[in-house]
């Protein structure tokens, strides 16, 4: 009987093992997963600063109210858009 408890102890070492490694590889993906898309927010975000400032230069050459509405419309609908493409790239 106790060669038979020893044998399933070990066993059961085994089987805790494996499982401890498949979630460390889980946990490794899930690292890289976050890695990658914090890369892509913070490509994204440079964009936007970038894009900003061009519509901010934009702006300030427009002498028109009319053209400088329309930009700064365009403008935030650009926001909008880019705001719901962080969204959806962070879930």
């Known amino acids: 009987m106790d060669n038979f408890k020893e044998t399933t102890l070990k066993g059961h070492i085994q089987l805790c093992e494996l499982r401890y490694q498949a979630l460390e590889e ?9 890695t990658k898309i914090e890369d892509q927010v913070s490509s994204l975000k440079a964009q936007t600063n970038q894009g900003f400032a061009e519509i901010k230069v934009m702006l ?3 002498n028109s109210s009319k053209q400088v509405q329309v930009i700064a419309t365009f403008g ?4 909008a858009v880019l ?3 962080g969204y959806l790239i962070t879930k």
Not at 76 to 79: E, G, L, N, P
């Open 76 to 79: 935030t609908i650009i926001t």
């Open 26 to 34: 889980r946990l490794d993906n899930v690292e890289a997963r976050l």
């Open 83 to 85: 705001g719901f493409i």
């Open 60 to 62: 300030e050459r427009q």
